[in-house]
């Protein structure tokens, strides 16, 4: 698996521009600098692996603009050992970047394909998440409560079973819309029976869907 010094020096020239962009946690920036992008991507897109743009990753996914995964992971103001839930493994990527800032990640994918590949990938490159084939609206209840949540795909409303496994204190952070366009939306719990909502801005994710998508 290389990780050329060209690699690093177009890793550079991307946090760089994410910073122009208004992404300010210096953690967030340097696990970006740190993982390398280009492993998570189809043969045919590698060359532009580190242009700051999504990309096709099979099975009707994507991986995810690095904008995007910065926004959102600054979003969730990341500790050391946060417990992370993450809907929506895909390529890997996101998980990779939360593992570099020192979380612990339970992440669940709904696509078998992906959900090998991702297990294929990341451990051999020295990432290690719990890896969950399931269904993302029903979340890993056995597992919670986690100190975040990140939902990587576009859901119609907030999934109340995913409200419920976060900490009182913790953190969600899910794109919610329509197909088209998604509003990005902070959810904290404040205790056992009140939550806060706040909105970031549109966004454009892959739909979320119900149920698990088999080989």
């Known amino acids: 698996m290389n990780d050329s010094l ?9 946090v760089d521009g994410l910073k122009i962009k208004g992404i300010r946690d210096d953690k967030v920036l340097e696990a970006i600098r740190k993982v390398p992008r280009h492993l998570f ?13 999504a990309f096709p990753i099979g099975a009707g ?25 993450e809907i929506g493994t895909g ?9 570099e800032m020192g979380a612990i990640v339970y992440t669940i994918e709904r696509q078998k394909e992906l959900y090998i590949k ?4 990341l451990p051999p490159i020295g990432y290690f998440p719990k890896f969950f ?3 993302g609206y029903t979340g890993l209840p056995t597992y919670g409560p ?19 496994q976060l900490k009182p204190g913790g953190k969600m952070v899910i794109p919610v819309g329509g197909k088209t366009r998604q509003e990005m939306m ?16 549109s966004f454009i994710f892959v739909p979320m869907l119900k149920g698990v998508v088999k080989l």
Do not use: C, W
Not at 41 to 53: G, H, L, P, T, V
Not at 91 to 99: E, F, P, R
Not at 118 to 121: D, I, K, N, R
Not at 196 to 201: L, V
């Open 118 to 121: 991702s297990q294929q990938l």
């Open 41 to 53: 991507m189809e043969s045919s897109f590698i060359n532009f692996a580190y242009k700051d743009q």
């Open 146 to 164: 986690f100190d975040k949540i990140i939902v990587t795909a576009g859901a119609s409303s907030i999934p109340e079973k995913l409200k419920l």
């Open 186 to 201: 902070l959810v904290t719990r404040v205790n056992e029976t009140e939550f806060k909502s706040e909105k970031f801005g």
């Open 6 to 14: 060209r690699h690093k020096g177009l890793r550079k020239k991307l």
């Open 91 to 99: 390529s890997g990527y996101q998980a990779a970047v939360l593992i």
């Open 133 to 135: 084939f399931g269904d």
């Open 61 to 85: 996914q994507t991986i995810s603009q690095p904008f995007t995964v910065a926004f959102q992971t600054q979003l969730l103001d990341i500790h050391k050992h946060d417990k992370i839930l």
